[in-house]
């Protein structure tokens, strides 16, 4: 893997992390929940395989629109098609 490749990765998780701390904040702000509720509802998104197969195709998306602002050449050209992401 090349450094550019690392530092897509690591540009996805980053904003995937930022979003995921935003949401939790609001909630949390909004006292709708409390550190302890995250486990149970982090069961509960995954366990639900549509939504979950949503999510990784956006995120798929997003992977191949940041390799291509960093200009990468990432292997397939074009992200999952919705029925090859629900096969992951």
Known sequence: MKAEEHQL???MFARQSQLIQMLINLLKSKEIIQ???LQAFDFSVRA???TSAA???G???QYYAFGR???LDLPGAKP???DEMKSI
């Open 35 to 37: 550190a302890d509720d």
């Open 48 to 50: 639900d395989t549509d």
């Open 59 to 61: 995120m798929a998306n």
């Open 80 to 82: 999952p098609s919705p």
């Open 9 to 11: 990765l690591i540009m």
């Open 69 to 71: 602002e960093l200009g």
């Open 55 to 57: 999510l990784l195709l």
